[in-house]
């Protein structure tokens, strides 16, 4: 039987069927300032990520500590976390803002250590409706328009 953090470790070694996603992360905060004429749109802080692994082994959003700190994401709470490489002691940030396949949403996200890849987890795939496609390594975007939606109330 293959666990979690063995498919988890397989993708991020770059495995069979891995999907990968090229990726927009914002301070939120940062958004509503600019949205509301606080803030010029050219400052909000924002990092492109090219080739973010798409994890479902993963729950949330992982980023390195240093694109964490040059977003500015405000600490939320510490936690330890399990790691395909173990478990870390690290922290869960706030305000994130994913665009991803003209889908964005805010989410919270993990600080991994630098050199580690970032991972676009579970909980923003499904908020988004996004799903892996794993013949064509590519995400596929879910109906959000018809009575095959994703989204349920």
Known sequence: MVSIADTSRIASEGGVGSVFADIVVSNNEDEILARNGHLALAQVRRAELKGVLVDTGALTLCLPESVVAQLGL?????????????????????????????????????AVPDGARPLLGVVPLEMLGLEPDLVKQQLRLLPDDTLDTYILA
């Open 74 to 110: 405000p600490l939320k709470r510490r936690v330890t976390a399990a790691t395909a490489g173990g478990m870390i002691e690290t922290a869960v940030h706030d305000h994130a803002t994913i665009a991803v396949k003209g889908r964005e949403g805010v989410f919270e996200c993990l």
